[in-house]
C-alpha cells in the first residue's frame, strides 16, 4: 500500500506541476482560442514550442514580454507544489527507493497524453540519476531548490546563492569610451558563426509538424501538411549537413574574414536520446567540415550547452560520479586543429576556458557559460565560482591592463542568461575593465539580440557592449544566418572595438521554392540603424529612440533583424517590443530596475 501510494502521490506531483505550469505560461485567453482552432499556424508554433524545448520557448520575444509583464505575480501554487514534493523525493532518496521514483515517471510518460511518450522517458532516462545524485549532495533546502528551479524567489533572497569575486589591489583607471578612428586606418574583418546544430537523421519531405521537440526526421506528413523542405524548415527542425555546408561555403567566398569567432552548440535538439558518441560524431564531422571550408583561417571556438550528453550537464570536479573530461579532451584536439596555439591545451581540457593573443594588443578570452546557467543542475550541488572561471577572467583582464592589452570575450550563453550571482559578479568585472574590454561576443539564443552594460554607480552611462550572433538553424521560425564585424585594427594603439557588421541570411523560402540556395545580405548596422557609431554610446542612444517611438518602424525593423526577417515588425505588438527592449538593456539577470524606462505594458 506504502508502494503504490507513493507511485500515485509522484505522478498526482508531476501532472500537477505540469498543468500548472501550463496554465501559468499560456493564458486562459489563449488556451480557449487553440481549443477551438488547434490546427492555426500561430497555435502550432506556441506549442510545440511549448511542449518542446525550453530554452527555445524562452529566446521569443513574446515570452519575454510575457515574464517581465508577470515578473511581480506570484506563482504560489507551483512553488507550495514544488515544496510538497522535493521532501517526498528526497524521503524516497534515503530509503533508496528510486525504483518508486522510475515507476512513477514512466506511468506520468504513458498517461500524460500532452508529451510524446518516448521523448518523456528518454529524458527521464538521460537525467534522472543526474538529478538523484544533485538531491542528494546540494545542501540546498527544500525552498532554495525549488525557488531556483521555479523562479518562486529571487536568488539574492538566500545567502547560500551569494558569492562575491575579488580584485587586485590596483585602482579602476578613470573611463575612456572609444573613439573613432581616422577613416583610413587600417581594420579587420572577424566572422561569428554559432548554433549549427546540424541534424544527420534530416529527412526532406517527412513530417515537419510532430509531436516531439524536433521534427523532419521521419513519418510523412498529415493531409493538408506540407513536409520537410529540402534546405531545412521553419518548424520545429533543424538543418540538414548539406544546408550547413552550403553557408559555410558561401560566407567563405564572400566575407573577407581574418579570423573566425566560433560560439558553439553543433549537435541537433534531439536531446532526449543523446550519447557522449553522438556528440562526439557531430563535434569531429562538423569541425572537420569547417576546417576544410576555411583552410586558412584560425577558429576561435566556445563551448555550447549541447554539446554535454545530457545536454547543459557539465559536471564540475567535486562531482564524484561524473566528469566531462571525455567532451574537453576532444574540444582541445579539434580547436588546436582549427588553429589555437599548443598551449591552450592544458585549460581546455581542465574547464574548456582558455586564453590566447589574436594579433599584438589584441587577447581573446573564451569562456564556458555553462558553469553559470542553472540547467546545469550540477550547480545546484556548489554554484560559487566553479572552476574559478571569474577569478581567473580577472587575472588575465588585470594582465591585460597592465601590458596594454585590449581583449576580446567570448562565450555561448549571454551573461544575461546566468545565474544571478555569477551575473552580477561578471558585471563587476566588466565594469572594473571597461578599459579593456573591446568587445563581447555570444551565441545560443539563435535569434539577432544586442546587450548594452551599464555602470554600477550611474546606470545611464554606458561601458560595454555585448554582440548575440544569430544561428545558422533554422529552430524555431528562423532564417539561417551568420553575422561579420568590421573592428579597429590591426595598428599600433587600435581600440579593436566594433565599427560596424552585416548579417547574411539564407531566404529558406526563396531556397526551397528554387531548389538552390538563396542568401542576401539582411542589413548593415550603422546604416539599417542610422547610427553615428557602434560604441556603448551609440548603442545606448539606438535604444533611446526606440523607447521614445515604441510602436513605431525603427523598433519593427529591429525585431524584423531579431528574427533574421522570418517575421515582419507588424507581429510584434506593444508588449512584445518592450521585452525586446528589455534584452537589449539588461546585462544582468534578476535586475529588477532595468527596465523601468521602458513605456509601459499595456
Keep these: 500500500m506504502l508502494r503504490s501510494g507513493c507511485v500515485l502521490a509522484l505522478v498526482f506531483f508531476f501532472t500537477i506541476n505540469i498543468l500548472t505550469l501550463d496554465t501559468r505560461t499560456i493564458s486562459e485567453t489563449e488556451i480557449e482560442s487553440i481549443l477551438k482552432n488547434p490546427l492555426n499556424d500561430d497555435h502550432r508554433k506556441l506549442l510545440h514550442a511549448f511542449t518542446g524545448y525550453r530554452h527555445r520557448f524562452e529566446q521569443s520575444a513574446n515570452f519575454k514580454a510575457l515574464r517581465w509583464n508577470l515578473k511581480n505575480l506570484q506563482v504560489s501554487g507551483l512553488c507550495e507544489l514544488c515544496d510538497l514534493g522535493a521532501p517526498l523525493v528526497r524521503f524516497l532518496l534515503e530509503l533508496n527507493e528510486t525504483t518508486l521514483i522510475d515507476e512513477a515517471v514512466s506511468l506520468f510518460c504513458k498517461e500524460y497524453k500532452s508529451l510524446d511518450q518516448n521523448v518523456c522517458l528518454g529524458a527521464a532516462h538521460e537525467y534522472m540519476n543526474v538529478v538523484f545524485e544533485v538531491v542528494k549532495l546540494t545542501p540546498l533546502t527544500n525552498k532554495q531548490l525549488c525557488a531556483l528551479a521555479f523562479e518562486c524567489q529571487p536568488q539574492r533572497d538566500f545567502p547560500i546563492f551569494i558569492w562575491n569575486v575579488t580584485f587586485p589591489d590596483k585602482p579602476k583607471p578613470i573611463p575612456q569610451p572609444p573613439k573613432p578612428p581616422s577613416p583610413d586606418s587600417p581594420k579587420l574583418n572577424i566572422l561569428h558563426l554559432s548554433d549549427i546544430h546540424v541534424d544527420f537523421l534530416y529527412k526532406p519531405g517527412s513530417q515537419a509538424d510532430c509531436s516531439q521537440p524536433l521534427c523532419c526526421r521521419q513519418g510523412q506528413p498529415a493531409p493538408g501538411h506540407i513536409g520537410a523542405g529540402f534546405w531545412g524548415d521553419y518548424r520545429n527542425c533543424d538543418i540538414p549537413y548539406w544546408t550547413a555546408e552550403a553557408v559555410l561555403k558561401y560566407a567563405a567566398a564572400v566575407e573577407k574574414a581574418d579570423f573566425i569567432y566560433y560560439t558553439g552548440d553543433l549537435p541537433a535538439h534531439n536531446v532526449w536520446n543523446q550519447s557522449r558518441s553522438d556528440q562526439l560524431y557531430s563535434l569531429n564531422t562538423i569541425n572537420r567540415m569547417l576546417g576544410s571550408t576555411f583552410p586558412n583561417?584560425?577558429?576561435?571556438?566556445?563551448?555550447?550547452?549541447?554539446?554535454?550528453?545530457?545536454?547543459?550537464?557539465?559536471?564540475?570536479?567535486?562531482?564524484?560520479?561524473?566528469?566531462?573530461?571525455?567532451?574537453?579532451?576532444?574540444?582541445?584536439?579539434?580547436?588546436?586543429?582549427?588553429?589555437?596555439?599548443?598551449?591552450?591545451?592544458?585549460?581546455?581540457?581542465?574547464?574548456?576556458?582558455?586564453?590566447?593573443?589574436?594579433?599584438?594588443?589584441?587577447?581573446?578570452?573564451?569562456?564556458?557559460?555553462?558553469?553559470?546557467?542553472?540547467?546545469?543542475?550540477?550547480?545546484?550541488?556548489?554554484?560559487?565560482?566553479?572552476?574559478?572561471?571569474?577569478?581567473?577572467?580577472?587575472?588575465?583582464?588585470?594582465?591585460?591592463?597592465?601590458?596594454?592589452?585590449?581583449?576580446?570575450?567570448?562565450?555561448?550563453?549571454?551573461?544575461?542568461?546566468?545565474?544571478?550571482?555569477?551575473?552580477?559578479?561578471?558585471?563587476?568585472?566588466?565594469?572594473?575593465?571597461?578599459?579593456?574590454?573591446?568587445?563581447?561576443?555570444?551565441?545560443?539564443?539563435?535569434?539577432?539580440?544586442?546587450?548594452?552594460?551599464?555602470?554600477?554607480?550611474?546606470?545611464?552611462?554606458?561601458?560595454?557592449?555585448?554582440?548575440?550572433?544569430?544561428?545558422?538553424?533554422?529552430?524555431?521560425?528562423?532564417?539561417?544566418?551568420?553575422?561579420?564585424?568590421?573592428?579597429?585594427?590591426?595598428?599600433?594603439?587600435?581600440?579593436?572595438?566594433?565599427?560596424?557588421?552585416?548579417?547574411?541570411?539564407?531566404?529558406?523560402?526563396?531556397?526551397?521554392?528554387?531548389?538552390?540556395?538563396?542568401?542576401?545580405?539582411?542589413?548593415?548596422?550603422?546604416?539599417?540603424?542610422?547610427?553615428?557609431?557602434?560604441?556603448?554610446?551609440?548603442?545606448?542612444?539606438?535604444?533611446?529612440?526606440?523607447?521614445?517611438?515604441?510602436?513605431?518602424?525603427?523598433?519593427?525593423?529591429?525585431?524584423?533583424?531579431?528574427?533574421?526577417?522570418?517575421?515582419?515588425?507588424?507581429?510584434?505588438?506593444?508588449?512584445?517590443?518592450?521585452?525586446?527592449?528589455?534584452?537589449?538593456?539588461?546585462?544582468?539577470?534578476?535586475?529588477?530596475?532595468?527596465?523601468?524606462?521602458?513605456?509601459?505594458?499595456?
Aim: glycine share 6%.
Design 297 to 602: 583561417k584560425t577558429f576561435y571556438s566556445a563551448v555550447g550547452n549541447h554539446e554535454a550528453a545530457p545536454c547543459n550537464l557539465y559536471p564540475t570536479p567535486n562531482i564524484k560520479t561524473d566528469n566531462i573530461s571525455w567532451l574537453y579532451e576532444a574540444l582541445a584536439d579539434s580547436w588546436i586543429k582549427l588553429g589555437l596555439p599548443e598551449d591552450t591545451r592544458a585549460s581546455i581540457e581542465r574547464g574548456a576556458f582558455y586564453t590566447t593573443l589574436i594579433r599584438p594588443g589584441l587577447r581573446l578570452i573564451s569562456l564556458n557559460m555553462n558553469y553559470c546557467t542553472s540547467d546545469n543542475y550540477w550547480l545546484l550541488i556548489n554554484a560559487t565560482d566553479p572552476l574559478d572561471q571569474l577569478q581567473w577572467v580577472i587575472q588575465w583582464l588585470q594582465y591585460a591592463e597592465d601590458h596594454e592589452e585590449k581583449v576580446h570575450l567570448i562565450g555561448h550563453q549571454p551573461p544575461h542568461s546566468c545565474m544571478a550571482a555569477f551575473s552580477w559578479n561578471f558585471n563587476k568585472i566588466v565594469n572594473r575593465y571597461e578599459n579593456t574590454i573591446a568587445g563581447q561576443f555570444y551565441g545560443h539564443a539563435h535569434s539577432e539580440e544586442f546587450m548594452v552594460f551599464y555602470d554600477e554607480i550611474d546606470n545611464q552611462r554606458p561601458v560595454s557592449m555585448a554582440y548575440i550572433g544569430p544561428s545558422i538553424t533554422t529552430y524555431s521560425f528562423l532564417n539561417p544566418g551568420y553575422r561579420a564585424y568590421t573592428i579597429d585594427g590591426d595598428y599600433p594603439e587600435s581600440s579593436f572595438w566594433t565599427l560596424d557588421y552585416h548579417t547574411v541570411i539564407m531566404n529558406l523560402t526563396a531556397s526551397n521554392l528554387q531548389n538552390k540556395t538563396v542568401f542576401l545580405q539582411e542589413y548593415d548596422a550603422r546604416d539599417a540603424y542610422k547610427m553615428k557609431n557602434l560604441f556603448p554610446d551609440g548603442w545606448n542612444d539606438f535604444i533611446q529612440r526606440l523607447e521614445k517611438d515604441i510602436d513605431g518602424p525603427l523598433m519593427g525593423l529591429a525585431y524584423q533583424y531579431s528574427t533574421k526577417s522570418f517575421a515582419s515588425g507588424s507581429q510584434c505588438d506593444h508588449n512584445c517590443r518592450r521585452g525586446l527592449i528589455c534584452d537589449f538593456k539588461t546585462g544582468r539577470s534578476e535586475d529588477p530596475h532595468a527596465c523601468d524606462s521602458i513605456p509601459p505594458f499595456i
